[in-house]
Structure formats: C-alpha cells, structure tokens
C-alpha cells in the first residue's frame, strides 16, 4: 500500500461521478456536489479532514520559491467555488526533506531561476512520486533548461516527454484542446507542458511559455485580463483533478 493509497480510495469516491460525464461536471456542478458522499461534502472552516491539501514546495538551487503570495490561495478558493472537490483553502509550505510531505498528494512549485535537488532530496522525491505523490512546477521565468536538466536526472531510466495535446491533463475537467493556455508572453513561444510518467502516470509535470501560476495571482498584480486569469485558474484545476483521479 503506498503512502497515499488511503487518500486516493476517498478522492476515487468522486472521481467515479467527474471521470463519468465531464460535461456535467463542468455544466451542473452543484448538482454533483449533493450527490457526494457526507465526509466528502464542504464543512466550515475546512473541517474535514479528508479535504485535498496543497503544499508550496520550499526548494533550493537559489530560486524564488516563495512567489506569488495570492496564487495559491486564489486557485484554492476558484476550486472550492467551481469544483466538487472538498480543498483545505490554507496554504502550506513544505521542504522535499519534511516530515509532513506525504501528507500531501499535491505540490506546486513556481518562482524564477534555478530549482535543484540534492542527491537525498532526489531519493525522497522518487519515493513521493512513486509513492502517488504529483509536482507541478510552474516556470514564472528562467527555470526552463536547468529545470528540465534536473527532471531528467530524477528518474535517468525515464524519458523527460512533451505532453500531446489529447492527453487527459487537458481534457480531465475543462477542455483545452490547444493545449496550456498562453497566460504571459516572455520569450514568445508556444506554451509546452513536460512530464515523467510512471505506469502510464504523470507524476511530475512542468509547464514552460505559460505562467498559469501568475494568472492564479490577484488582478492587480500582473493587470492579466480577467478571460486570461480563467484560463489559467481552469487549466490549474485540471492539473489537480489529474493528480488526483489519475
């Protein structure tokens, strides 16, 4: 039994009700609500305790780990608003070498620069994300090469992949059938979205020329049009239904 096998079995209860009609998911979303199980159901103040917990990933390398104060807690409250999950709305933040890791299924990562892993680190992240565990590192700029170059040295017996476009992490709750939406320009280019897979499962998933995480922020912050903050608040509620149903 891995580490999250417990969880998974509670959050598979509502996976059976999104994964069989994404369209109602998206269209009647509170009437799937009423039809979920009592302990999966919202309760104030984020009482209970099978509600999915997303962590920040305090890592090293350099990096500004800690960006975007309100991108977290605005992608939080626009899941618990349009979504059937049952989310603990507070942020937490966690080292890969915490003792708390396992306790959460999900882990964002964003800032810009260099994020890097020590040999130890990288032993306890390959346990975490073989364990069930998912990484979404969000590239606000800068981490694309040296980031990349360290995915690959995770997992060297696994092949660092550009994700096609008709794969589930796009289509799991909204449709995006361009693939990650374009939220910020930097250099350019087309947004591309890498992974690992392990037993046909992405576990850890990089998202390059895109910058959802800074559309997750307060308007004022980076002036993104609202229909580009929905984009990137629907593409990152995809990431977590994948991590979590996949």
């Known amino acids: 039994m891995t580490h999250f096998t417990l969880h998974k079995l509670i959050i598979c209860l509502l996976g059976v009700l999104i994964l069989s009609s994404t369209v109602v998911a998206q269209r009647d979303l509170q009437n799937l609500i009423n039809r979920l199980p009592d302990n999966q159901t919202r309760t104030p103040g984020n009482e209970n305790p099978s509600a999915i917990k997303v962590a920040r990933l305090h890592y090293s390398g350099g990096g500004d780990w800690y960006w975007g104060n309100s991108a977290i807690p605005n992608f939080l409250k626009f899941t618990e608003n349009n979504t059937p999950f049952a989310v603990d709305s507070t942020e937490r933040q966690v080292t890969i070498m915490d003792a708390d890791l396992f306790k959460y299924p999900f882990l964002f990562a964003t800032g810009h620069g260099v994020i890097s892993f020590t040999s130890e680190e990288k032993e306890r992240l390959r346990?975490?994300?073989?364990?069930?565990?998912?990484?979404?590192?969000?590239?606000?700029?800068?981490?694309?090469?040296?980031?990349?170059?360290?995915?690959?040295?995770?997992?060297?017996e696994r092949e660092v992949v550009q994700l096609p476009f008709d794969h589930p992490i796009y289509h799991c709750f909204y449709d995006f059938p361009d693939g990650p939406p374009k939220i910020h320009e930097h250099d350019g280019n087309p947004p591309r979205g890498y992974a690992i897979i392990l037993n046909g499962r992405v576990v850890m998933y990089f998202l390059v020329e895109s910058d959802i995480g800074d559309g997750w922020e307060d308007a004022q912050v980076h002036n993104d049009p609202p229909e580009k903050?929905?984009?990137?608040?629907?593409?990152?509620?995809?990431?977590?239904?994948?991590?979590?149903?996949?």
Do not use: C, H, W
């Not at 994300?129 to 997992?155: H, I, P, Q, W």
């Not at 593409?235 to 994948?242: A, E």
């Open 127 to 156: 346990q975490y994300l073989s364990g069930g565990g998912f990484l979404f590192v969000n590239d606000s700029y800068g981490m694309d090469r040296t980031f990349r170059k360290e995915m690959a040295e995770l997992f060297p």
């Open 229 to 246: 903050r929905l984009e990137a608040l629907k593409m990152g509620v995809n990431i977590l239904t994948y991590a979590l149903l996949y």
